[in-house]
């Protein structure tokens, strides 16, 4: 079994050492899910709530998120990122929204924190935005899809 890596030998935190690591070609892809009523989602999808075109702004969110990820979670690497890319899959018989968000960059460490981040951001913008209609909006699923690159090679979900 793996160790935990983000705690030095005096169990304090600590940014892991990744100077010695090669840079490799990476990427993350993460999913969310945002579960609406009916009536909300039929807004979203044929873009009419007043305040704009929800998924476009939640995807330039998504990016942004994606950019800013190492000054959000405490120990992540700043990482020059290559490529952000969102999609919004709508599924009308649950009135779910389902957000997938793919990170790539080459770098000495991973992208995974990035795509989760963008996913989640991206699923946080449609709930703002959608707020003012519905108070029950749902967030759900938020998770790992499959990563690529590195030395720990490859990972898809549901292979454990």
């Given at each position: 079994m793996a160790e935990f890596t983000h705690f030095n030998e005096r169990g304090m935190a600590h940014m892991v050492d990744v100077g010695g690591k090669e840079a490799t070609a990476r990427e993350?892809?993460?999913?969310?899910?945002?579960?609406?009523?009916?009536?909300?989602?039929?807004?979203?999808?044929?873009?009419?709530?007043?305040?704009?075109?929800?998924?476009?702004?939640?995807?330039?969110?998504?990016?942004?998120?994606?950019?800013?990820?190492?000054?959000l979670i405490p120990l992540c690497h700043p990482l020059p990122l290559?490529?952000?890319?969102?999609?919004?899959?709508?599924?009308?018989?649950?009135?779910?929204?389902?957000?997938?968000?793919?990170?790539r960059t080459v770098a000495r460490t991973g992208v995974e924190m990035e795509a989760l981040t963008a996913a989640s951001v991206a699923a946080l913008t449609v709930y703002d935005m959608c707020k003012a209609v519905e108070k029950g909006i749902e967030i759900t699923d938020i998770y790992l899809v499959e990563k690529r690159g590195g030395k720990s090679g490859e990972y898809r979900r549901g292979e454990r």
């Amino acid at each position: 079994m793996a160790e935990f890596t983000h705690f030095n030998e005096r169990g304090m935190a600590h940014m892991v050492d990744v100077g010695g690591k090669e840079a490799t070609a990476r990427e993350a892809v993460a999913h969310a899910a945002v579960r609406l009523s009916p009536g909300t989602f039929r807004q979203v999808v044929n873009r009419q709530l007043a305040k704009g075109d929800v998924l476009g702004v939640a995807q330039v969110a998504g990016v942004m998120a994606a950019k800013k990820t190492s000054e959000l979670i405490p120990l992540c690497h700043p990482l020059p990122l290559t490529k952000v890319d969102l999609s919004f899959t709508p599924d009308e018989s649950t009135a779910t929204i389902h957000i997938a968000a793919a990170v790539r960059t080459v770098a000495r460490t991973g992208v995974e924190m990035e795509a989760l981040t963008a996913a989640s951001v991206a699923a946080l913008t449609v709930y703002d935005m959608c707020k003012a209609v519905e108070k029950g909006i749902e967030i759900t699923d938020i998770y790992l899809v499959e990563k690529r690159g590195g030395k720990s090679g490859e990972y898809r979900r549901g292979e454990r």
